[in-house]
T-cell receptor, first 116, second 112 residues
Framework: NAGVTQTPKFQVLKTGQSMTLQCAQD?????MSWYRQDPGMGLRLIHY???????DQGEVPNGYNVSRSTTEDFPLRLLSAAPSQTSVYFC???????????????FGQGTRLTVV | GDSVTQMEGPVTLSEEAFLTINCTYT??????LFWYVQYPGEGLQLLLK?????DKGSNKGFEATYRKETTSFHLEKGSVQVSDSAVYFC???????????FGSGTQLTVLP
């Protein structure tokens, strides 16, 4: 099983450039999310989606856009890259589950982005 | 809002030493609690979880007990191995949401 696949693994951008980080999962999970990981700050939620056609903002959404046209894919777009967006980005997916049961989140291997 | 406070790192131990990584939380309602582990160059993997008070999660020799009275979920292992070297994250999920709130992570290095 591929699980959650992120591409690219590494990327260097110039300030002002745009790009899309790809995320795909093959587990038919309804819930997908994007996090950024910065030293000493853990992972912070950027955007999330509970199903195709439905997205919402997380804790740090500014400068990022997302869309969810299919269950499998959840790309993250940087519209105009800034040095403050230098980070490691993780995509995650999980099934919605029922009631209070919080099911396991599966993470991709991450994209290390540097904006110069 | 929800928050997780995790023991500051880095932590360096000798092989077979006892490990404790402290984690406390603030949340509305009754959250589910998790420990995730990140090995070098990889994404996060679920290590263990607990969904209600007094539950004990366990996996690979690691344990953590959901303590509602102290709002804590400390991670313990009786005898660490070199292969346990990684970054450990405490996290919670509250209500019907699926968003995870993470602590800052603790880097563990185990020396032979």
């Amino acid at each position: 099983n591929a699980g959650v696949t992120q591409t690219p693994k590494f990327q260097v951008l110039k300030t002002g450039q745009s790009m899309t980080l790809q995320c795909a999962q093959d587990m038919n999970h309804e819930y997908m999310s994007w996090y950024r990981q910065d030293p000493g700050m853990g992972l912070r939620l950027i955007h999330y989606s509970v199903g195709a056609g439905i997205t919402d903002q997380g804790e740090v959404p500014n400068g990022y856009n997302v869309s969810r046209s299919t269950t499998e894919d959840f790309p993250l777009r940087l519209l105009s890259a800034a040095p403050s967006q230098t980070s490691v980005y993780f995509c995650a997916s999980s099934s919605i589950g029922t009631g209070k049961v919080n099911t396991e989140a599966f993470f991709g291997q991450g994209t290390r982005l540097t904006v110069v | 809002g929800d928050s997780v406070t995790q023991m500051e790192g880095p932590v360096t131990l000798s092989e077979e030493a006892f490990l404790t990584i402290n984690c406390t939380y603030t949340a509305t309602g009754y959250p589910s609690l998790f420990w995730y582990v990140q090995y070098p160059g990889e994404g996060l993997q679920l290590l263990l979880k607990a969904t209600k008070a007094d539950d004990k999660g366990s996996n690979k020799g690691f344990e953590a007990t959901y303590r509602k009275e102290t709002t804590s979920f400390h991670l313990e292992k009786g005898s660490v191995q070199v292969s346990d070297s990684a970054v450990y994250f405490c996290a919670l999920s509250s209500g019907s949401a699926r968003q995870l709130t993470f602590g800052s992570g603790t880097q563990l290095t185990v020396l032979p």
